[in-house]
Nanobody
Framework: QVRLVESGGGLVQPGGSLRLSCVVS????????MGWYRQAPGKQRELVAT???????NYADSVKGRYTMSRDNAKNTVYLQMNSLKAEDTAVYYC?????????WGQGTQVTVSS
């Protein structure tokens, strides 16, 4: 059974930083393209960042220059380093794993940016 478990969310002041982690189990992690998505209250889920199995990253315009996504295949883990956080970054952040027709989601971790 494939499982994705996110962690690292919390409350942070504007301008602060957080690092999210997503641990994947039950499958061959290295072949998966991975993504971070977020969903704010009353809004649709949106793509934040992706990283391919080969390590190529892509970012939403709203987070470029502030967020960095990485992966550690030895630990079956992807990370999302979030710097210079803004109030509008507040959302539940979800981890996604995709490979051919397989698509899996984590349960989400709450990020709240507030003073």
């Amino acid at each position: 059974q494939v499982r994705l478990v996110e962690s690292g969310g919390g409350l942070v002041q504007p301008g602060g930083s957080l690092r999210l982690s997503c641990v994947v189990s039950g499958t061959i992690f290295r072949v998966y393209d991975m993504g971070w998505y977020r969903q704010a209250p009353g809004k649709q889920r949106e793509l934040v960042a992706t990283i391919t199995s080969g390590g190529t990253t892509n970012y939403a315009d709203s987070v470029k220059g502030r967020y960095t996504m990485s992966r550690d295949n030895a630990k079956n883990t992807v990370y999302l380093q979030m710097n210079s956080l803004k109030a509008e970054d507040t959302a539940v952040y979800y981890c996604n794993a995709a490979f051919h027709l397989n698509d899996y989601w984590g349960q989400g971790t709450q990020v709240t940016v507030s003073s």
